[in-house]
């Protein structure tokens, strides 16, 4: 099936340091939703994003709703161990019987 | 107020066996989904309930796999026979309602490793 482009596939940051990843699709989403899945767990939605342009903040977490629909980003201030994991992002069209369409995942290592 | 739960967390079968996998989504959650997330992927939809009723099963092998969800609530999930490539964690979700804006909870999955 269809799975959104994430980037990067991996990172390896040091503690303190902010982090950048972002989304694209080839088709319209009209929400964008960013989850955080540690190991041996089910995915736990983060954000959510209903609105192209659209810019929110969960604590050290901000994300956006790209204008043309097509990508979202996510970044992290000041990393701290716990945000170790993968972080998905997904995209809903909001029409019909359509579902959500998950990323590919990008893998967060924070190095001592 | 407890979550997603699933069971069993792991199951290790042989080719050809079948297996279940049995999801209780959170208390008052009409919308229950089953996921297939492989190795190095995010996930992916195999089949969504409002109620009992299954109103997406678009993704669903159904010529090995099952499901059902009887009285609107508990929930299973059948692959027989299992093949190889079945080899995935199963994430089982619920939300209030199906919408877009209705915040889906995931369980902790079921991994499964066919032999």
């Known amino acids: 099936g269809q799975q959104l482009n994430q980037s990067p596939q991996s990172m390896f940051i040091q503690e303190g340091e902010d982090v950048s990843m972002n989304c694209t699709s080839s088709s319209i989403f009209n929400t964008w939703l960013w989850y955080k899945q540690d190991p041996g767990e089910g995915p736990v939605l983060l954000i959510a994003l209903y609105k192209a342009g659209e810019l929110t903040s969960n604590g050290r977490l901000t994300a956006q709703f790209g204008i043309t629909r097509k990508d979202s980003f996510l970044n992290i201030s000041a990393s701290i161990p716990s945000d170790v994991g993968i972080y998905f992002c997904?995209?809903?069209?909001?029409?019909?019987?359509?579902?959500?369409?998950f990323g590919t995942g990008t893998r967060l290592t924070i190095i001592p | 107020e407890a979550g997603v739960v699933q069971s069993p967390r792991y199951k290790i079968i042989e080719k050809k066996q079948p297996v279940a996998f049995w999801c209780n989504p959170i208390?008052?959650?009409?919308?229950l989904y089953w996921y297939r997330q492989n190795l190095g992927q995010g996930p992916e939809l195999l089949i969504r309930?409002?109620?009992?009723?299954?109103?997406?099963d678009s993704q669903l092998p159904k010529d090995r796999f099952s499901a059902e969800r009887l009285k609107g609530v508990d929930s299973t999930l059948k692959i027989q026979p299992a093949e190889l490539g079945d080899s995935a964690v199963y994430l089982c979700?619920?939300?209030?309602?199906?919408?877009?804006?209705?915040?889906?909870?995931f369980g902790p999955g079921t991994r499964l490793t066919v032999l």
């Open positions: 997904a995209g809903h069209p909001n029409f019909g019987n359509e579902k959500l369409t």
């Open positions: 309930y409002e109620n009992e009723e299954a109103v997406d």
């Open positions: 208390s008052g959650h009409n919308t």
């Open positions: 979700a619920s939300s209030l309602a199906g919408g877009s804006t209705d915040t889906q909870y």
